[in-house]
């Protein structure tokens, strides 16, 4: 059993709409199998050669190992990332936030109306309902520590066959990609 | 306008439900901003260690350039590995596919029922429900053939600005992420 206020509720809105048609990995769903990067007797063609997969590989194997840690807690690289920015950012309006995190505003409304429901974020009204302050509660910051160690132990364990140079040649070549001309 | 005949139609099946609770990063949604990896003034603090964070940061990135790319097409990054995966391994089966991809089963059910739809791919009966063996129908082969030209455009232009050496070395050391023990 796990005490029930250290959990962000699941999500499960009626009405949200699995828009783009890629099938979701879903965390704990019957019949989920865990992603195996590469499964004997496959011919992967040319999807050995695109960098674009390797990415992709990569990250399912990732979000499978954080869905595997921190998953209970209701927490996903998503959730994580706001509270990190929302932490490091006291006072980030929902609008920044979502820019940041590259999603619609309503995905943040519905991320943080979430963490709300937990008592990890509140919002402060700034006179304009399109720029709520966001902070983390006192409960918030506890949480997020927590959370932070977790992912650390995580991310180590994900990368613990690259030594510190190759982690860092690592996020070197993943930063060159996809820039596009103004950068 | 762009011809009917040529691309997969969006599946937005009513029940489907957003489970995990990540908002949905949706092709074209409005108010869906692009991934931008780095802005100005905000604090990323932990994010920038995290080895996870660099390949989802990426992956974000390119799932844009994809998206811009094929997305009018309704070829989704997953969609384009299911075909090629049914195109070099004639004749698996719903659930190989679905353990090659690392998705549940109703999740390729889906993925096929929409192929099937646009004619790309068909079932054949093996006797048994469970285990219908999957071919690109010759439709489905000159489609993934302009298909996989886009990707490798767009893979390309994602990688621009790595070398030859660069781009190996990035698939090495992504290769060498979240391998367990037994591997």
């Not at 998503?78 to 990190?84: A, D, E, G």
Request: hydrophobic share 35%; net charge positive; charged share 30%.
């Amino acid at each position: 059993m796990k005490p029930a206020d250290t959990s962000i509720p699941k999500k499960n809105t009626p009405g949200k709409r699995h828009r783009t048609g890629e099938a979701r990995r879903v965390q704990g769903e019957a019949g989920a199998p865990s992603f195996n990067a590469r499964i004997e007797g496959i011919d992967y063609d040319v999807l050995e050669e695109l960098t674009g997969y390797a990415v992709r590989r990569a990250q399912l194997s990732i979000y499978d190992d954080f869905a595997a840690t921190l998953g209970v807690e209701g927490i996903t690289p998503q959730r994580f990332s706001s509270l990190v920015i929302i932490g490091s950012n006291p006072g980030i309006s929902q609008t920044r936030l979502a820019e940041v995190m590259g999603i619609a505003r309503s995905g943040v409304v519905s991320i943080i109306d979430n963490f709300e429901q937990a008592g990890l974020v509140e919002r402060q009204d700034s006179g304009d309902r399109r720029s709520y302050m966001l902070r983390l509660t006192p409960d918030g910051q506890r949480q997020l520590k927590k959370y932070k160690t977790a992912v650390r132990e995580h991310d180590d364990r994900v990368a613990q066959q690259l030594s510190a140079d190759e982690r860092q040649q690592l996020r070197n070549l993943l930063g060159k990609l996809c820039i596009g001309p103004k950068a």
